[in-house]
Nanobody, 122 residues
Framework: QVQLVESGGGLVQAGGSLRLSCAAS??????MGWFRQAPGKGREFVAV????????IYADSVKGRFTISRDNAKNTVYLQMNSLKVDDTAVYYC?????????????????WGQGTQVTVSS
């Protein structure tokens, strides 16, 4: 069983930056990415990246502000979040799949992390 462990969440003021990390316990997954869930809302797609980083997909709400990247030697994916807004406040979940980028973008990948809280204050 692959475990995904997130880190890097916290409290930041609007306009600030945070970097989230997610490490996979055993293997280099083909597709890795991030979802988020704000209070009272459903889980929504944020960004995904393919194994060789040749393909990245972002939600419109984060384009130009967030950057997803990965280090396969460390089985780790990162989410650099800049120009944070109050609306970015959510629990951020790492998501991974051994085969399909398409499955990941719809939240149907094989593995989920436990989540890390990001709070942006005004």
């Amino acid at each position: 069983q692959v475990q995904l462990v997130e880190s890097g969440g916290g409290l930041v003021q609007a306009g600030g930056s945070l970097r989230l990390s997610c490490a996979a316990s055993t293997v280099t997954l083909f597709a890795m990415g991030w979802f988020r869930q704000a209070p009272g809302k459903g889980r929504e797609f944020v960004a995904v990246v393919s194994r060789n980083a040749g393909s990245t997909i972002y939600a419109d709400s984060v384009k130009g502000r967030f950057t997803i990247s990965r280090d396969n030697a460390k089985n780790t994916v990162y989410l650099q979040m800049n120009s944070l807004k109050v609306d970015d406040t959510a629990v951020y979940y790492c998501h991974g799949d051994p085969r399909s980028l398409v499955a990941l973008t719809s939240g149907r990948g094989a593995y989920w992390g436990q989540g890390t809280q990001v709070t942006v204050s005004s």
